[in-house]
């Protein structure tokens, strides 16, 4: 099972975020219901904590052979937050991680099949608009998967 798909969704007062029925499944059939949010490049990332800690044990080990990771680590791990599902099957999202990136009310789920990510609606249909007119520059990466 893997996270698919993309859906909107309302914060309620608190930064309260319900996850789709979809989502829920995926964490509680592979996962737990613990997921770890932190800031990324242009929105917010969730995954389940198996897949944080392997993502985690890469940065620790191969990641201090990369040349300024450490920046990257510093800027990912401080912004991270473990959310668990209330009876309501929602996370709240912290006041700040909602902050830095400008995350109103109205949120945009994109399934990213080992994790999920939360986006500001208005900051992924700029997002979405730029992927989508940059289009033909995925092909030689499709083709050579094989995909075109």
Not at 11 to 21: A, E, F, H, V
Not at 126 to 144: H, N
Request: glycine share 6%; charged share 30%; proline share 4%.
């Amino acid at each position: 099972m893997r996270f698919r798909s993309r859906s909107e969704h309302t914060l309620d007062t608190k930064g309260r975020l319900n996850i789709p029925s979809r989502f829920r499944e995926v964490l509680c059939e592979e996962y737990t219901e613990t997921v770890v949010v932190t800031n990324w490049h242009k929105s917010l990332k969730a995954f389940p904590v198996a897949v944080w800690e392997e993502l985690e044990e890469k940065l620790q080990t191969e990641g201090r052979m990369q040349p300024g990771m450490g920046d990257f680590v510093r800027y990912v791990i401080s912004g991270v937050t473990e959310c668990t599902l209330d009876k309501q099957k929602r996370i709240l999202l912290p006041a700040p991680l909602r902050n830095e990136f400008n995350i109103g009310k109205e949120v945009v789920l994109n399934g990213m099949l080992d994790h999920f990510e939360i986006w500001d609606k208005a900051a992924w249909q700029l997002e979405s608009r730029r992927t989508r007119e940059r289009f033909a520059d995925f092909e030689p990466g499709l083709s050579s998967l094989g995909i075109l």
